[in-house]
């Protein structure tokens, strides 16, 4: 052990500039990669508490606002809401319940969000829908009832979050998918740093190593040093990662994003230490395999 510690330690002072080469890319790549994880969960938080609000809203014709399915100049008429209600109410595979909002608490709504805004005087109750709106049993299945319900007569529209939550959503993903595709790259070339690092150390202590193999050293022997060499350059670059993850959430999301847009939710810790936790892994996964892959084909003396 005493041998390892020191013959590592050699190394790290011999190869110094090389080793900090690979502790900022392994910072670097590890930090994207970490921060990926952390868009991924933030994603799929936001995806849960909204998908689960989505609800269809169907938007009854009025004189005012008309549809293909609008008889012209007329509102709908109440035997047209009865069959619509009605079509709604008997498709329980897929509906979970069916509120009915009338102009007047449609036009009481508008008027308390823009309590404060100068449009509030700017629409009448005779400018606002009559409307259902329909909870599902599952926000992901909500195709079936928006078809049947948008070719009923006294139907003007059918509006759902899916339009508006979709392309978010998916450049989101996108963003996390780059991030996380970025830190792949840089990862890669971490390794391929290890890897041409090890190929040096092995030339330098060519005559050493084929001493060692003559007196019968093993192959673990040999390769120790090397090993305990990359490792602590990843597991430096892991921790310096770890840091600015954490104090990314920390600063960013908590004390920041948290304060502004409390109606969100948002990651907290525990999505914190798994993102770190798989930083870790990866960075000793990407100390060792390059490692153990170079020194097998250039310990051979």
Not at 145 to 162: F, I, S
Not at 167 to 186: E, M, R
Request: with cysteine.
């Amino acid at each position: 052990m005493r041998h390892a510690l020191s013959e590592t330690w050699s190394g790290l002072r011999r190869n110094l500039g090389i080793t900090i080469a690979v502790v900022m890319t392994m910072w670097v790549s590890l930090s994207l990669f970490g921060a990926g994880l952390i868009a991924a969960q933030q994603v799929n938080l936001l995806k849960d508490e909204w998908y689960d609000k989505i609800e269809v809203s169907v938007y009854l014709c009025t004189s005012k606002l008309q549809g293909a399915n609008c008889d012209p100049g007329q509102d709908a008429t109440e035997e047209q809401k009865a069959q619509i209600r009605d079509a709604i109410e008997k498709n329980t595979a897929e509906v979970q319940q069916v509120f009915y909002e009338s102009k007047a608490e449609a036009y009481a709504q508008f008027q308390d969000v823009f309590k404060d805004s100068p449009i509030k005087d700017s629409l009448t109750v005779d400018e606002m829908q009559d409307s259902y709106r329909v909870k599902l049993v599952d926000p992901q299945k909500y195709q079936n009832l928006e078809a049947q319900l948008a070719t009923m007569p006294g139907v003007q529209k059918t509006v759902d979050l899916h339009e508006i939550l979709d392309p978010v959503f998916k450049w989101l993903a996108a963003l996390q998918w780059g991030t996380i595709g970025l830190s792949v790259v840089l990862l890669l070339a971490a390794s391929l740093q290890i890897a041409t690092t090890i190929r040096m150390a092995t030339f330098t202590r060519g005559r050493e190593i084929g001493i060692m193999r003559l007196v019968g050293a093993s192959n673990f022997y040999i390769m120790g040093p090397f090993l305990l060499e990359s490792l602590i350059a990843g597991l430096i670059g892991a921790v310096f990662a770890s840091g600015t993850i954490v104090g990314a959430v920390y600063f960013i999301i908590m004390r920041n994003a948290q304060v502004s847009l409390e109606a969100f939710r948002w990651i907290g810790w525990p999505e914190t230490i798994v993102s770190v936790i798989s930083v870790f892994v990866v960075a000793i996964l990407l100390s060792i395999v390059p490692t153990v892959i170079s020194a097998r084909r250039y310990l051979r003396v």
